[in-house]
T-cell receptor
């Protein structure tokens, strides 16, 4: 199993550009989440999904969209990048109820918006 | 008030020392609790789940106190390789994803 994979590893955007951060998992996990991590602030939840076709907002959803058309994939879209979105983005998955809520993380995408 | 709070540290301890971290959470509906380890802004990796009865894994012991709403992590006989940031995480019934503390940095010195 590859676990949770994220692409790209690094990205530089100009203000106003849009892009999609990719996340995929091959563990057949029900739950998937996106977090951002800024220095000294821990991980903050952006959006999460409890199954294909179901998404919900987390703590800091503004400026981001998600969709979950398959169990495996959970892309994060930045609609119009802003410097405040410069951060490290982590995708995570977990098996879900009846099994475990522990999260397995991808390696992260380091995004810089200039 | 943050949902999950940790002392950011850093905790600087000599090799062989015992060190304890606490983490408090504000949502009494929280139902699952975890400690994660994160190295140099790599992805967090699960260290251990935390149960009401307490649990131990080698040199690491985790405790949960529901009445006071805190979880703790004890590391005995610290090794240089334990140097990292330790994140606590909680999950509540309302939001089926984890809420993390900002992390406690541990530096073990020779």
């Amino acid at each position: 199993n590859a676990g949770v994979t994220q692409t790209p590893k690094f990205q530089v955007l100009k203000t106003g550009q849009s892009m999609t951060l990719q996340c995929a998992q091959d563990m057949n996990h029900e739950y998937m989440s996106w977090y951002r991590q800024d220095p000294g602030m821990g991980l903050r939840l952006i959006h999460y999904s409890v199954g294909a076709g179901i998404t919900d907002q987390g703590e800091v959803p503004n400026g981001y969209n998600v969709s979950r058309s398959t169990t495996e994939d959970f892309p994060l879209r930045l609609l119009s990048a802003a410097p405040s979105q410069t951060s490290v983005y982590f995708c995570a998955s977990s098996p879900g109820p009846g099994i475990s809520y522990e999260q397995y993380f991808g390696p992260g995408t380091r995004l810089t918006v200039t | 008030r943050k949902e999950v709070e940790q002392d950011p540290g850093p905790f600087n301890v000599p090799e062989g020392a015992t060190v304890a971290f606490n983490c408090t959470y504000s949502n009494s509906a929280s139902q699952s609790f975890f400690w994660y380890r994160q190295d140099c802004r790599k992805e967090p990796k699960l260290l251990m789940s935390v149960y009401s009865s307490g649990n131990e894994d080698g040199r690491f012991t985790a405790q949960l106190n529901r009445a006071s709403q805190y979880i703790s992590l004890l590391i005995r006989d610290s090794k240089l390789s334990d140097s990292a940031t330790y994140l606590c995480a909680v999950m509540d019934t309302g939001r089926r994803a984890l809420t993390f503390g900002s992390g406690t940095r541990l530096q073990v010195q020779p």
